[in-house]
């Protein structure tokens, strides 16, 4: 029974290991299309035309009001604004 009640304890230690361990590896959460329109219409007024993702980027598309089209990239990570806008 002592022997039982041992293994049963370091189980419970094992499995409190692995989720704890588990929360200190947790992937980043990513931004959304739409925080990345907000990010973006922060640094470029106009209307904006779509969002699309490549890889790890959402591709804002804005309308300016002197009729250019503007990507402005968003890593979807971080929510930062790619250099080259």
């Not at 304890?9 to 590896?25: D, N, R, T």
């Not at 980027?57 to 890593?75: A, C, F, M, S």
């Amino acid at each position: 029974m002592a022997h039982l009640m041992k293994t049963f304890i370091s189980s419970l230690y094992i499995l409190s290991l692995l989720v704890q361990s588990s929360h200190i590896h947790a992937a980043p959460s990513n931004i959304s299309q739409q925080q990345a329109v907000s990010i973006a219409q922060q640094v470029q007024s106009g209307r904006v035309l779509g969002v699309k993702q490549k890889k790890n980027t959402y591709q804002v598309k804005i309308l300016l009001d002197n009729g250019e089209v503007k990507i402005i990239p968003i890593d979807i990570q971080s929510g930062k604004i790619k250099s080259g806008h």
